[in-house]
């Protein structure tokens, strides 16, 4: 097992530190690799997130720190950042990987490249309060609705690509929200709907002690994966998805998602 490798910043512009480091400096700047910049989230239960340390914790950044013991040859440095933030830190080339819960979409498929491993299933369903009324099962059910969708997501996107084939459809409101102002916004009425999978329902209903529903079959069907821009090395991205794979295969991640997500969510 290395030893103080891992090193985390809270935010782009926080102080690196090494965790553990106190009592073995000598040792972690012999066992350091080449460094990697990893962007994630920071705001983001439960995947990626400030836990109450201010240390970066979560569903993906669990899978990064067993992915970063399987790789002697680096020392992986993450960067916590809101969605798109870390996108853009990507796309720059600020960041060498990043681990948000990524689907699939062409837009990202054109800047940056996919990990081979999916580390978790995203199928996405429209998520409402009952309370105020109204049940949603399809985007046509939401003609004349509000919808919440966080800037720059997949959410986003597939909200998108129905307007433009159904104009005026439904109204998309964009925002940056946490997981309390989303059950707000919906709890309330001030939108009428957002996209998001099962296992963030849940979260929401278990956190907030709310009763929000989904529709009965997902709009989406699509797996999370890791992003690496277009400039990182060959060499790091096939002992990264080679990594991850074993993994998945030895029952870690399924664990992890057990822990963090409260079931099993790991693509069969």
Known sequence: MKKSRWVTSGVITAALFVLGACGNNSAATEEKGTEIKIGTGNDALPFAYLNENGELDGYDVAILKAIDEKLPDYTFVLEGADFSTTLS????????????EYEINDERQEKF?????????????????PANGSTYNTFDDLAGKKIYVTTATNQAVMA????????????LVYGEYNNEQIVQALTSGVV???LSPQYQLDNWNNSFNTSLERGNEPVHNSNAFLLFNKKTDEKL???????????????TVKKLSEQYLKGDYVPK
Do not use: C, M, R
């Open 113 to 129: 490249i996919y990990g081979d491993v999916g580390y978790s299933v995203w199928d996405t369903y429209i998520i409402f309060d």
């Open 89 to 100: 830190n990507l796309e720059s080339k600020k960041v060498d990987i990043a681990a948000y």
């Open 237 to 251: 991205i096939e002992a990264v998805n080679t990594g991850l794979q074993e993994l998945i295969d030895d029952g």
């Open 160 to 171: 998108e690509n129905y307007l433009s084939e159904h104009p005026d459809a439904f109204e």
């Open 192 to 194: 009428d709907a957002t």
